[in-house]
């Protein structure tokens, strides 16, 4: 039976990731700020731009669930990083499966070339944009980093020689045909809204089509999808530490706050959503480690997950009370970073209800929706 | 759903079905906690001593004890087929409270002799812990043993004790020290229910079935009958209620009532995204107690020690079965609420006894009292 655990080399690369990201973490500095070249070249030096990989289940790179651990430790410090977004990109490339998208992939690695994912998500209501006699046309919402890029890996829709709308994942090198525009937002994540006016594509940009790039994205989607969720565990037990230490000193009515069963259910609630949070990210990271069809597990993951991210700020803040709505103390730092993390595991439960419905009757009593 | 365990017990879960295949009674709706109906009961208890003979009671006791020597994450299947099958085993009083306690406590002569009888289910056992004034606090136990020559003479009165009148002996957690708190102060005897002075008086109770409140008026046992140490019950039965090495498997009976809950809306004209939420509800609870129970299991046979994991998983497993039931009324709608004699009720009327029965959580301690372990000994607030 494999146990319900982290993997293998998750204590390693969890005690360097720790002494890498609490040193620039604004729950240490505040004010710190970093460029990003220098940030992506120390990413590289670390090895972190090529760590596992997403082909490989079984073989000796490092798997999801311990790769999970740079995460973790990435939301415990609340550093906004750019590599979860570099991550995504090198995923999917290497899970399109040709030549062209492996070459991106390996000089991606080396921190060379910044490739960045401009995925369409379904929260923004957005159509993708379209590809038609190699010009692509549209507009991306929520790209990061995309004034850094060199390259985006975009995902759009071709009408080839069908009906249909074909799948397909680009490369797309920056240019003069595309617009950039800053999409200010509460965590002060940098994103942006890319317009492509016609841009051209040439075919050796195609990296993938059809089911290829169907299988690169939601390959790359369970896997982001699981190392955001490793970032909200990782946040939520930094937020349970600061909660319980302020719930024993914090004094009210004669002795510590943290004595009355009020204040200890909100904390307990931190740490419970916490640790299920921890307990389906180590199911879903094992699943797609193993090779298995994670959609279930995924869509499992990112209900709780999302769920934990709404609630551990909410219960912080009725403990912390007025002081945890001051900016002098970091809560709101959470708070944030919290939102961020919420639509980027689906905004709400609907987008998984239904994958969880169809799943649990096709295992349950062999039927389909 | 279910986690893909090692070919060795998967082929230990195929041979449990086949059994319960060829064992389960047809009707065998029992509610083992507090079913008394006499005609279900002898079913219930006849198909416990088939269990029993298959040497499947007390899976993981040493086999000199009557036990069969296997492992944790062994019971842990068995105890998900049976709970899957609502297979109606009786005599839980004995299996894990008395049985954890006597093999954590006990002389070699206890276990000798109680251990086996419990196993092949010769000897069954009542609960009587709680007091009227002592629920999860048995520091306020009031029953006194008191020594007279070599025998103890015991008085008090329990509460709510399951499965009084049908069985033969009650665990009994009695004062038999002046000092106040939990550890030093409390002893655990085996009595049995015969004996001049003890008296159950029936309280029917809301689940549908029977409890006792069970009277002992200077009930005389022999100094035997003291399981283990004289002061260590406290910590007897925390062992037995924690270090059994399993976790008692409510996720698995409840997919077996999510799948009948497909089962019977399978072929309805519509799927919408409200009834898709409910279901993905249901999935949830019951995904997240597997996963917190082969964690504690995982932790308990590798010998490893989570920081509060255990404590997590006993929080959720006591504020999920309420809330399961509760989803069922929001997925069947008002029919939900119909009896099982009601002509058309859902799922031959059992969502509506599970809803009853679901108000029963408070056994073993309510989800309030788990969640202030959690946050006292878990979390290291002050008390």
């Keep these: ?369 | 759903m279910r986690r893909v365990l090692s070919p060795e017990l998967e082929a230990w879960r195929k041979e449990i079905r086949a059994f319960l295949d060829a064992e389960l009674p047809p009707s065998h709706a029992f509610n083992v906690e507090f079913d008394d109906a006499p005609d279900r009961w002898e079913t219930a208890l006849e198909f416990s001593r088939k269990l029993a003979s298959k040497g499947w009671i007390g899976l993981t006791w040493p086999v000199r004890y009557g036990g069969a020597g296997r492992s944790p994450l062994e019971n842990q299947v068995l105890l998900e087929e049976l709970a899957a099958a609502d297979a109606p085993v009786v005599n839980s009083v004995g299996i894990f409270l008395a049985a954890g306690t006597i093999l954590a406590g006990g002389s070699e002569e206890q276990k000798a002799t109680l251990l086996p009888a419990i196993s092949s289910m010769r000897t069954l056992w009542a609960e009587g812990l709680t007091e009227p004034e002592a629920g999860s606090d048995l520091g306020s136990l009031r029953t006194r043993a008191v020594r007279d020559g070599d025998d103890w003479v015991i008085t008090g009165q329990k509460a709510f004790t399951s499965w009084g009148p049908m069985s033969d002996v009650l665990f009994v957690a009695a004062r038999t020290s002046e000092e106040a708190s939990t550890s030093g102060a409390i002893s655990i005897f085996v009595v049995d229910l015969r004996s001049p002075g003890v008296t159950l008086h029936p309280m029917r109770n809301f689940g549908g079935g029977v409890q006792s409140t069970t009277f002992l008026d200077g009930v005389r046992v022999p100094g035997e009958a003291l399981i283990g140490e004289e002061g260590k019950g406290w910590s007897y039965i925390m062992g037995a209620f924690y270090s059994s090495g399993t976790v008692e498997p409510i996720y698995s009976s409840q997919e077996a009532r999510l799948q009948a809950l497909l089962e019977h809306g399978d072929g309805a004209p519509e799927h919408g995204a409200s009834a898709s939420s409910d279901i993905a509800e249901l999935a949830l609870m019951v995904q997240a107690q597997r996963l917190l129970a082969y964690e504690v299991v995982g932790d308990n046979v590798q010998g490893r020690r989570t920081a509060y994991g255990g404590g997590v998983q006993q929080v959720i497993a006591k504020e999920y079965e309420p809330r399961f039931a509760q989803f069922f009324d929001r997925v069947l709608g008002p029919a939900s609420q119909l009896t099982a004699d009601a002509a058309g009720a859902p799922l031959g009327g059992a969502p509506e006894a599970w809803y009853r029965q679901s108000f029963a959580n408070h056994a073993g301690g309510t989800s309030q009292l788990k969640r202030m372990v959690l946050a006292t000994r878990g979390l290291g607030l002050p008390r």
């Design chain 1, 1 to 369: 039976m494999m146990d319900l655990i982290w993997g293998e080399d998750y204590d390693v690369l969890a005690e360097v990731s720790r002494a890498v990201f609490q040193r620039v973490s604004p729950l240490t500095d505040r004010e710190i700020s970093r460029d990003l070249a220098d940030e992506i070249r120390e990413l590289a030096e670390l090895g972190w731009l090529e760590l596992g990989d997403p082909r490989s289940a079984g073989s000796e790179a490092a798997d999801l669930a311990s790769m999970a651990a740079v995460f973790v430790e990435l939301g415990r410090a609340l550093v906004r990083s750019p590599l979860p977004a570099l991550t995504t990109a090198r995923d999917a490339a290497l899970l399109c499966g040709s030549r062209a998208a492996d070459d991106l992939a390996a000089r991606a690695a080396t921190g060379g070339v910044q490739v960045f994912p401009a995925f369409t998500d379904p929260a923004w209501r957005r159509p993708a944009p379209r590809l038609r006699d190699g010009v692509l046309t549209g507009t991306v919402l929520d790209v990061p980093y995309a004034d850094a890029a060199d390259v985006l890996l975009v995902e759009a829709t071709e009408n080839a020689d069908t009906d249909e709308p074909v799948e397909v994942l680009i490369a797309v090198h920056r240019g003069p045909r595309m617009t950039i525009d800053p999409m200010p937002n509460l965590g002060g994540y940098r994103m942006s809204a890319v317009e492509f006016r016609e841009t051209p594509v040439a075919e050796a940009d195609v990296l993938a089509r059809g089911p290829h790039a169907r299988t690169a994205l939601v390959g790359a989607r369970q896997r982001t999808a699981i190392l955001t969720a490793a970032q909200v565990y990782g946040a939520g037990s930094a937020l349970l530490d600061r909660t319980v230490d302020y719930a024993r000193e914090r004094r009210q009515f004669g002795g510590p706050i943290g004595r009355f069963q009020a204040v200890q259910y909100l904390c307990t609630d931190i740490a419970v959503d916490a640790h299920l949070t921890s307990a389906f990210i180590r199911d879903a990271a094992r699943i797609v480690d193993e090779g298995d069809d994670a959609g279930l597990a995924v869509a499992l993951m990112c209900k709780q997950a999302r769920r934990t991210a709404e609630q551990m700020v909410h219960a912080a803040h009725e403990v912390h009370a007025g002081i945890g709505f001051m900016v002098e103390t970091d809560i709101h730092l959470f708070t944030k970073a919290a939102k961020k993390w919420v639509f980027d595991l689906g905004g709400c439960d609907e987008r998984h209800d239904g994958v969880i419905h169809a799943e649990m009757r096709r295992q349950l009593i062999g039927a389909r929706l």
